[in-house]
Every structure is written in structure tokens, then in C-alpha cells.
Nanobody, 124 residues
Framework: QVQLIESGGGLVQAGGSLTLSCRAS????????MGWFRQAPGKEREFVAA????????NYADFVKGRFTISRDNAKNTVYLQMNSLKVEDTAVYYC?????????????????WGQGTQVTVSS
């Protein structure tokens, strides 16, 4: 089992920045690729970003390219999501997730473990 705990969410004005963190425990963190997803009220959970086990490969949803950056520190068992130039439409609960294989990283079904989520609210 892998336990994931997100932190760093909050309320920010449009144009501002937030950094989300997700700390893992339970198994060897470097054995897992990591992803960030988000879910707004009344909408399906959607892919935001993913990073391979070593951190050498990343993928982003088109709507966050150039604004968000995913990174990881395997020594700290933590994955990060740096979010800049935030927009009102970025408001959602953000989840981190872990998968043992870096394939089809856009699909929530590929992930074995999920955190409880952290709320990000962007005001106009």
C-alpha cells in the first residue's frame, strides 16, 4: 500500500501562485510514477500532470502547459505541483496519484493509489 497526503491548497487571487505537495509513505516512492488530477464540482476528474519514476519525463494537460510544473524529490518521497498564473477555472480539488507504470498517464484508471485531495480556490 502507498499512502498519499496532499497539502498546499488554499485561496488565491487570479494571477497568483500556489505549490501543492504530496508526500508518500508505505512503499518505495521511486518505484512509482506520479500524477496530479483535479475535479471541479459537477465535472469529471481530469488529468493535470504526470512525472516518471526518475523525474526525467513529464506530461501536462494542454490547459496547464507553461503555467504548471510537476517535479519530485525521491529522497523526500514527495511530488510537487507548482502552479503559476492561476485562473478562476483552475478552482478544483487537486489529487495526487501513484502508478507503477508510466503508461496512459492521462487516465485515472491507470493509477493504483490516491490521496484525499486538497482544495484550490482561485478568486477573480
Amino acid at each position: 500500500q502507498v499512502q498519499l497526503i496532499e497539502s498546499g491548497g488554499g485561496l488565491v487571487q487570479a494571477g497568483g501562485s500556489l505549490t501543492l505537495s504530496c508526500r508518500a509513505s508505505g512503499r518505495t516512492f521511486s518505484n512509482y510514477a506520479m500524477g496530479w488530477f483535479r475535479q471541479a464540482p459537477g465535472k469529471e476528474r481530469e488529468f493535470v500532470a504526470a512525472i516518471a519514476k526518475s523525474g526525467g519525463v513529464t506530461n501536462y494537460a494542454d490547459f496547464v502547459k507553461g503555467r504548471f510544473t510537476i517535479s519530485r524529490d525521491n529522497a523526500k518521497n514527495t511530488v510537487y505541483l507548482q502552479m503559476n498564473s492561476l485562473k478562476v477555472e483552475d478552482t478544483a480539488v487537486y489529487y495526487c496519484a501513484a502508478t507503477s507504470r508510466y503508461t496512459s498517464v492521462f487516465s485515472p484508471s491507470q493509477y493504483n493509489y490516491w490521496g484525499q485531495g486538497t482544495q484550490v480556490t482561485v478568486s477573480s
